[in-house]
Each structure stands twice: as C-alpha cells, then as structure tokens.
C-alpha cells in the first residue's frame, strides 16, 4: 500500500536560514508528487508538483523539491523567511488508472524566527 | 470565480445531534473528496466522489455519509455525532484522471466540536 512519511514533525529556524522537509513515500510505481502549504488559519494551497520530466521542479515563494528514484521528495528553500511559518504536506498519487485519491503526509509545522 | 465553498466554517454540536456539511464548487470538477485533519495526524480521507452520482469510501468512512447529486455539489452528513468527529472539514476537488497534474482546490474548511 502506498504511504507517505514525513519525519520531521516541527521545525524551527531563523530568517534566511535554509530549509530541507524531508518526505518519504513507498510506492515503486509511476507517482506524482506534490508539496502543500497551509498558513495559520487558511486551507491547503498547491506549493510545487511533480509529474514526469526535470527532476528539479520549482514551485512558488523560492520553493524547490527534487524527485529521487529511492523513494524522496524533499522539499527545499535557500533562506527562508518569517513568512513561511506554515505546515507543509507532502502528498503521493499512484497514477495509475483508477486511483483518483493522495496519500498526505502527517504534516511538517515550520516556525521562522524573525 | 469562487473556486470550492464551504459552509459552515465554524459549528458546536452535542453528542448525538447531525449536521450536515455543505461544499460546492464552481470549476466543473468531476472528483470531489472530504478530508478530516486532526493535529499531528495530517488528512485523512472520509469520501470521495468521481461524479454524479457515484461516490465512495476513503480512509474514515464511519460515522458519515455522502451524496453527490450533481456535479456541483458534495455534503457530508454527520448523522449521531460523536466526540471522535471533533476535527477541521475540508472539502477538495479536482480535474480528474488525466489532469491530475492541477492538482486539488480546497476549502477554507469547516472547524467541528462535539461536545
């Protein structure tokens, strides 16, 4: 069965500090890969995608995540600021016919200090 | 263009009592889910919905029922309400199979306490 980990379950850091959320999925499949943000009080937003192509994907606020054949999908900032204080979801779709539902992670809370 | 609704955002109920769930959306999505989000614990998949019409299970399908008369609209019913379903609703759609690449929308949620 597929399944998502996320290890680190809050992560605290300092403006322009650079930031790495670790996430883990078991599928050996074709997968599609996705990063979602929710700050304080709001719903989750689509941060950044994989599909096939660049392993590199850049999604938005200075955002990146690189797919890895075993079984990674880290997500990654240069210098993070205090807005990004958030949870990040990690998220893992089969692809395959008939599967129209993600796996999420447990979630990554991320405080930046000003 | 308001994208996925929820309503209410915010409800009390006491144990025993039902509620219903509203979630429309606007997008002409084919798939529509419901999540349940607990602290430490992520999203959880209640129900899901590939059109009108046809619905089924997730993850933590006990407790609640869905019906998806149209394309628009997705309820979640809550029928004995117990202190377990304390927890932020949110309610998703998307493309579907084919494009999946969009992703999902959500809503802005629907924070429950059963007391």
């Known amino acids: 069965a597929q399944s998502v980990s996320q290890h680190n379950h809050h992560v605290i850091l300092s403006e322009a500090a650079s930031l790495e959320l670790g996430c883990n999925y078991s599928y050996g499949g074709t997968v599609n890969l996705f990063w979602y943000v929710q700050y304080p009080g709001q719903h989750l937003q689509l941060l950044l995608k994989?599909?096939?192509?660049?392993p590199l994907v850049k999604g938005i606020k200075g955002f990146e995540a690189e797919f890895k054949s075993k079984f990674s999908f880290n997500l990654r900032k240069p210098s993070v600021q205090w807005s990004d204080t958030a949870e990040y979801f990690c998220a893992v779709n089969a692809g395959t016919s008939g599967t129209y539902k993600y796996i999420f992670g447990t979630g990554t809370r991320l405080k930046v200090l000003a | 263009n308001a994208g996925v609704t929820q309503t209410p955002k915010f409800r009390i109920l006491k144990i025993g009592q039902s509620m219903t769930l509203q979630c429309t959306q606007d997008m002409n999505h084919n798939y529509m889910y419901w999540y349940r989000q607990d602290p430490g614990m992520g999203l959880k998949l209640i129900y899901y919905s590939v059109g009108a019409g046809i619905t089924d299970k997730g993850e933590v399908p006990n407790g609640y029922n869905v019906s998806r008369s149209t394309t628009e609209d997705f309820p979640l019913r809550l029928e004995l309400a117990a202190p377990s379903q304390t927890s932020v609703y949110f309610c998703a759609s998307s493309l579907g199979q084919g494009a999946l690449e969009y992703g999902y929308t959500f809503g802005s949620g629907t924070r429950l306490t059963v007391v």
């Open positions: 994989y599909f096939s192509g660049d």
